[in-house]
């Protein structure tokens, strides 16, 4: 993470400097989607107001701290603050994707009418991959067949295992 750290209205000390490095890099520097990290110091009368603007990969997040009477202390708070927000986001993002990874990888079985000549039908997501995996998948889960999307030409395409050995591909053409 690139920490850029200014002041205004102070001169920010070596030693001041230096406890903002040390109290990003170990509370948000965990969170490696954060790349920049700009704080900004200064003084009001007698406040001392701490502001942090991180930038990260698809995200902007910012707090400040303006109510202490200890500079050490409002960067104390405001990096605490942005812990929170980063935790809270991760937390949301981690559950949005499981639950998007379960609905997509989780095979659906739809009910079929009595009278159909079709007895089952089965849905899943066609994840992007190269032939060699599909063979690979259709070997280890004993299919007959398996349809997945070609990262090679970017079509739906159907491996199947043919009678006499080896292998098919199917690859239709819409």
């Not at 990003?24 to 603007?53: M, Y």
């Not at 708070?77 to 559950?95: D, F, M, P, W, Y």
């Not at 994707?97 to 039908?121: T, W």
């Not at 991959?129 to 690979?136: D, P, Q, R, S």
């Amino acid at each position: 993470m690139q920490i850029t750290v200014s002041g205004k209205n102070i001169d920010v000390s070596t030693s001041l400097r230096d406890h903002v490095i040390d109290k990003l890099n170990s509370k948000i520097g965990r969170f490696d989607t954060v790349v920049t990290a700009n704080v900004t110091l200064s003084t009001d009368r007698s406040r001392h107001i701490a502001e942090i603007t991180l930038f990260g990969k698809g995200f902007e997040m910012r707090a400040e701290e303006h109510d202490s009477y200890d500079m050490y202390r409002s960067i104390n708070t405001v990096v605490e603050k942005l812990e929170k927000q980063l935790g809270k986001a991760r937390s949301k993002n981690i559950e949005a994707g499981r639950r998007e990874r379960e609905e997509q990888n989780e095979a659906a079985f739809i009910p079929v009418e009595d009278d159909s000549p079709i007895k089952h039908i089965e849905t899943y997501a066609a994840e992007p991959m190269n032939v060699e995996n599909a063979i690979k998948i259709l070997e280890d889960k004993n299919y007959m067949f398996y349809a997945f999307n070609n990262v090679d030409n970017g079509r739906i395409n159907v491996v199947y295992v043919l009678e006499n050995g080896g292998y098919a591909l199917v690859d239709p053409r819409v």
